[in-house]
C-alpha cells in the first residue's frame, strides 16, 4: 500500500503520541518503495533470467512508476533506485512493443521468441517513422529481418551443418588453395573457413540451440538497453534521459548523444545515433559475441564465420559482408611471379568487434543516414511493409551451400607485373592493378 506521508514524518508522529501518553497508536511502517531500493541490477544483459532487471521487481507499470514517484518525493538519490527506474522503462518500452517481458526468455530459443523479435523490430521502425531522428530504431528494425530470418532458418533446420557438402566444400576449398598457391596461402586464409571444414561434421543441434539462444540474448540485451532510453525519449523527452544519467544507467556520453539526437542538427542527429550503435555493439554485445566465437574453440569461430558470410544487410546500396573485405591474398607463384588469390567469402569474423565495427561505420551508418535524408519515401515504404514479410524475405539457409560451392569455383589467382604493387588499399578491401 501507498502511505500519504514519508517514513520520518510517522516516526515523528508516533513519538509525538507516544509523549502525549495516547495508548493504541500502530507502530510507523517503512515506506513500501523502501524495498526496492540499491538493487543490484542481476539481468541487466539479459543473460542470466527471463523477465526484467531483477526478480524483486513488480512487472506492472502503473505500480512501478507509483514506487519512483514515491522515492523521488522522498529525495532519494537516484542511483539507489536504478534499477527500479530501469525496469520502469523498460515495462513501458515492452509494453509499447506488445511483448510480455516477464515471460521473454531468448534461450528458449526461435520459435518460442518468433513473436518478440517481429513485434520488437516493429516496434524500433514504428519509432523511426514516427520520429525522423530515431536512426538508430529505423536500422536495427531493417536490419533486423535478416539477423531474424537467419536465425529462423539455422533453428528449423538445425541439421544445416549436415547438409551435404558443406564442411566438404569448406575442405574443397582449402585443397584447391593449396593446390594452386600452396600452404603458406592456406595459413593466411580466414580461421572462420579453416574451422567450418574442421568443426561442421561435429557441430551438433545442441551446439546450435546454444549458439542460437546466446545471440537471442544479445537481441533482448539490445532491446533492454536502449529501448527504455527511446520510450523515455518519446515520452517524456530529455529530462527523462537526465534521470539515467543520474541514476549511473548510462554516462554523460550517452547523455550528450541524446541531446545531439534531440537537436534538429542534421550532422548532430548523425553523431547521436552513431553513439548509440557503437554502445550497442561494444558495451551491449562486444563480450558476448567473444563469447559465442570462444564456444567449443573451432565450433564458434565456425558458426560465427558463417553468420557473416551468409549475410545480406537490407539497407540499401549496402554490400554484404563477404563483399565488403573479401579474401584477397598476395603470394608468389612457383615460377617467381607475384600473384593475387582471391576468394568471394570475408577475410574477417563478424563477432570481432572492430572489423565488424569498419563495417557498420562504413557501410550500414552511412548509406542509411543518407536513406533518411535522401530517399525517405523509398525508405518509408519498406519501414511499413509488415514485419512478418520483411522477416521471411530474408532466410539465407538455402543459400548457403550455393554460397560455398560458388566460393570454391570462383577461386581465381591473378598473376601481377612484378613492376606493379601486388595489392592496393581500396575502400575496405583491396583491389588489383
Do not use: C
Not at 507509483?66 to 534499477?83: F, H, I, K, M, N
Not at 548509440?276 to 551491449?284: G, I, K, P, S
Amino acid at each position: 500500500m501507498r502511505f500519504g506521508f514519508s517514513f520520518h514524518a510517522a516516526v515523528v508522529a508516533g513519538v509525538a503520541a507516544i509523549g502525549l501518553g495516547l495508548v493504541g497508536v500502530a507502530p510507523a511502517q517503512a515506506s513500501e518503495s523502501a524495498a526496492y531500493l540499491d538493487l543490484p541490477l542481476l539481468n541487466r544483459k539479459a543473460d542470466v533470467a527471463p523477465g526484467g532487471v531483477n526478480p524483486e521487481l513488480p512487472y506492472a507499470a502503473g505500480r512501478l512508476r507509483t514506487l519512483l514517484d514515491e522515492v523521488r518525493a522522498q529525495g532519494v538519490a537516484p542511483q539507489r533506485y536504478a534499477a527500479l527506474l530501469y525496469q520502469y522503462w523498460l515495462v513501458e518500452a515492452t509494453n509499447s512493443a506488445g511483448i510480455e517481458l516477464a515471460a521473454w526468455n531468448p534461450r528458449a530459443g526461435v520459435q518460442a521468441n518468433r513473436d518478440n523479435l517481429i513485434k520488437s523490430y516493429r516496434y524500433y521502425e514504428d519509432l523511426q517513422l514516427a520520429h525522423r531522428e530515431l536512426q538508430w530504431a529505423g536500422m536495427g528494425g531493417l536490419v533486423g529481418a535478416d539477423f531474424a530470418g537467419g536465425l529462423v532458418d539455422f533453428e528449423l533446420l538445425g541439421g544445416i551443418y549436415g547438409l551435404p557438402g558443406l564442411s566438404e566444400t569448406a575442405r574443397a576449398i582449402l585443397g584447391a588453395v593449396e593446390q594452386v598457391a600452396g600452404p603458406q596461402v592456406v595459413a593466411q586464409l580466414p580461421r572462420g573457413l579453416a574451422a567450418l571444414a574442421e568443426a561442421g561434421p561435429r557441430i551438433t543441434p545442441q551446439d546450435l540451440q546454444y549458439l542460437i539462444g546466446l545471440i537471442l540474448v544479445m537481441q533482448k540485451n539490445i532491446f533492454s538497453d536502449l529501448m527504455p532510453m527511446h520510450e523515455a525519449y518519446v515520452t517524456e523527452g530529455l529530462p527523462a534521459l537526465a534521470e539515467f544519467e543520474a541514476a549511473g544507467l548510462f554516462d554523460a556520453g550517452i547523455m550528450n548523444a541524446w541531446r545531439d539526437i534531440a537537436s534538429g542538427d542534421g550532422a548532430r542527429i548523425g553523431e547521436g545515433n552513431a553513439a548509440l550503435l557503437r554502445r550497442e555493439q561494444d558495451w551491449a554485445i562486444g563480450a558476448q559475441w567473444d563469447e559465442a566465437r570462444g564456444y567449443k574453440g573451432s565450433v564458434g569461430e565456425a558458426v560465427t564465420y558463417l553468420s557473416g558470410a551468409v549475410g545480406s544487410p537490407s539497407v540499401a546500396g549496402v554490400v554484404p559482408p563477404r563483399r565488403f573485405r573479401p579474401v584477397r591474398v598476395p603470394f608468389t607463384m612457383v615460377d617467381g611471379r607475384p600473384a593475387l588469390l582471391t576468394l568471394p567469402l570475408p577475410d574477417w569474423n563478424w563477432s570481432e568487434l572492430d572489423p565488424r565495427w569498419d563495417y557498420i561505420s562504413t557501410e550500414l551508418l552511412p548509406k542509411y543516414r543518407f536513406q533518411v535524408e535522401n530517399e525517405w519515401p523509398a525508405l518509408e515504404a519498406s519501414l511499413r511493409m509488415p514485419y512478418e514479410v520483411q522477416l521471411e524475405s530474408h532466410r539465407p539457409l538455402l543459400n548457403i551451400p550455393q554460397l560455398l560451392d560458388s566460393a570454391l569455383r570462383q577461386i581465381q589467382v591473378t598473376p601481377l607485373d612484378a613492376a606493379e604493387p601486388a595489392a592496393v588499399p581500396v575502400g575496405g578491401g583491396t583491389e588489383v592493378r
